[in-house]
């Protein structure tokens, strides 16, 4: 009932008992008890939308804003992003730091992310915090909430989520930020996407998300799908990891613009590249620049590549590309569909298995605060009332 109304909207309980599969006197009862805990509230409306009908008003099921509140944070090469958002999914606030993550020591990172949090609640004091979750840029370890690596921090098991628990005293989440988009688009683009799909993520990074069956895939351990650390060429270009040769030493922004520029490719990579200077290789290419071109044409050979191994592993289906812009996939288009068309012989043809997203922000958040508000769900089942603020 709570993820149908998290995801739908207010509801009746006669669409909610359409939409779940459960009893009209399931819901009456249930939703008698949550509103009884604070989780929900019901107001009485009138269906103008058709004729005027005799009878009392029906009620509509709506979230509790006031039930809890979960802090949202991602940590991205040289930007640390923190919001506040309540129980029906609304942004109460948000705290954005610029600092240059890989010169931070182990303390400095903790301690600036925690000043991070707390600036918010400073402006917030009356809040009910439940959760703190995370997404991140690199490898995580589920059980631990540990950060265990990531070329935009210098150091290696970060932690975190023991960190913020301790500090804090609520429960803590730690993911990678492909997983996290993937599950924004497993609920928002359905449709489009089905239950068996990838989400390749460009930007500073390149980045694999992986919904099977309608469930997120991980590692045993970890949140594993690197294909950005994936060889393409041996002996090439210098990836951010430290190795040469990775998908993500052509793919990423930098990898792109390093090429694009002429640039050796043992040349160090980039720090974060500027959106405009990304557009400014677009019209480049589009002008016909030689250089340009082919940066954006080697960037979708190696995207293609990687999917490649993916799809001999577990068989075409649905891609997501998320975060690259409509110019640039234009550009890479071209490459990535000859690669695949050329493996995916009795198969489907590859444009028809991808799927541009440009606005990779505005999904991240919405599959943080997703998975954030899914853990206070859980939590609020457990427990007989919620207590009033003190």
């Given at each position: 009932?709570?993820?149908?109304?998290?995801?739908?909207?207010?509801?009746?309980?006669?669409?909610?008992?359409?939409?779940?599969?459960?009893?009209?006197?399931?819901?009456?009862?249930?939703?008698?008890?949550?509103?009884?805990?604070?989780?929900?509230?019901?107001?009485?409306?009138?269906?103008?939308?058709?004729?005027?009908?005799?009878?009392?008003p029906r009620s509509l099921l709506s979230l509790c804003p006031e039930a809890g509140h979960v802090?949202?944070?991602?940590?991205?090469?040289?930007?640390?992003?923190?919001?506040?958002?309540?129980?029906?999914?609304?942004?109460?606030?948000?705290?954005?730091?610029?600092?240059?993550?890989?010169?931070?020591?182990?303390?400095?990172?903790?301690?600036?992310?925690?000043?991070?949090?707390?600036?918010?609640?400073?402006?917030?004091?009356?809040?009910?915090?439940?959760?703190i979750g995370v997404g991140f840029q690199g490898q995580t370890e589920h059980a631990s909430g540990?950060?265990?690596?990531?070329?935009?921090?210098?150091?290696?098991?970060?932690?975190?989520?023991?960190?913020?628990?301790?500090?804090?005293?609520?429960?803590?989440?730690?993911?990678?930020?492909?997983?996290?988009?993937?599950?924004?688009?497993?609920?928002?683009?359905?449709?489009?996407?089905?239950?068996?799909?990838?989400?390749?993520?460009?930007?500073?990074?390149?980045?694999?998300?992986?919904?099977?069956?309608?469930?997120?895939?991980?590692?045993?351990?970890?949140?594993?799908?690197?294909?950005?650390?994936?060889?393409?060429?041996?002996?090439?270009?210098?990836?951010?990891?430290?190795?040469?040769?990775?998908?993500?030493?052509?793919?990423?922004?930098?990898?792109?613009?390093?090429?694009?520029?002429?640039?050796?490719?043992?040349?160090?990579?980039?720090?974060?590249?500027?959106?405009?200077?990304?557009?400014?290789?677009?019209?480049?290419?589009?002008?016909?620049?030689?250089?340009?071109?082919?940066?954006?044409?080697?960037?979708?050979?190696?995207?293609?590549?990687?999917?490649?191994?993916?799809?001999?592993?577990?068989?075409?289906?649905?891609?997501?590309?998320?975060?690259?812009?409509?110019?640039?996939?234009?550009?890479?288009?071209?490459?990535?569909?000859?690669?695949?068309?050329?493996?995916?012989?009795?198969?489907?043809?590859?444009?028809?298995?991808?799927?541009?997203?440009?606005?990779?922000?505005?999904?991240?958040?919405?599959?943080?605060?997703?998975?954030?508000?899914?853990?206070?769900?859980?939590?609020?089942?457990?427990?007989?009332?919620?207590?009033?603020?003190?």
């Amino acid at each position: 009932m709570l993820d149908t109304l998290r995801t739908k909207g207010p509801c009746t309980p006669s669409r909610l008992a359409a939409m779940t599969g459960l009893s009209a006197a399931s819901i009456s009862t249930l939703s008698s008890q949550m509103i009884d805990q604070g989780i929900l509230s019901s107001e009485r409306y009138q269906n103008t939308r058709t004729r005027p009908s005799r009878g009392r008003p029906r009620s509509l099921l709506s979230l509790c804003p006031e039930a809890g509140h979960v802090v949202t944070l991602t940590l991205t090469i040289d930007l640390i992003r923190v919001h506040l958002v309540d129980y029906a999914g609304n942004v109460l606030g948000s705290h954005l730091e610029i600092v240059d993550t890989r010169s931070l020591t182990l303390e400095q990172l903790l301690a600036t992310i925690c000043q991070c949090i707390d600036l918010l609640r400073l402006e917030h004091p009356d809040i009910r915090l439940r959760h703190i979750g995370v997404g991140f840029q690199g490898q995580t370890e589920h059980a631990s909430g540990k950060l265990l690596w990531s070329p935009v921090i210098r150091m290696r098991d970060v932690p975190l989520g023991d960190t913020l628990q301790r500090r804090y005293d609520v429960s803590v989440s730690v993911h990678n930020d492909c997983r996290l988009i993937s599950q924004a688009l497993s609920r928002r683009q359905a449709d489009r996407l089905g239950s068996h799909f990838a989400t390749v993520l460009f930007g500073h990074g390149v980045g694999l998300g992986l919904y099977l069956n309608g469930q997120p895939f991980a590692g045993t351990r970890s949140s594993a799908m690197e294909i950005g650390h994936l060889r393409f060429r041996t002996d090439g270009a210098l990836c951010r990891c430290g190795k040469r040769g990775c998908i993500e030493a052509y793919t990423a922004d930098y990898g792109i613009e390093r090429l694009a520029r002429g640039l050796p490719a043992d040349t160090p990579p980039a720090g974060r590249v500027a959106d405009t200077a990304m557009q400014a290789l677009c019209t480049a290419a589009e002008s016909g620049d030689k250089a340009a071109s082919l940066a954006f044409e080697t960037a979708g050979i190696a995207i293609g590549e990687g999917l490649i191994s993916v799809f001999t592993l577990l068989d075409p289906f649905p891609v997501a590309l998320v975060g690259c812009s409509e110019r640039s996939y234009t550009l890479m288009r071209d490459g990535i569909c000859r690669v695949l068309d050329a493996h995916l012989v009795d198969g489907p043809a590859a444009e028809s298995l991808l799927h541009p997203f440009e606005d990779d922000d505005r999904l991240l958040m919405q599959g943080l605060a997703d998975n954030s508000l899914s853990a206070v769900d859980r939590l609020l089942a457990t427990q007989q009332s919620v207590p009033e603020v003190t």
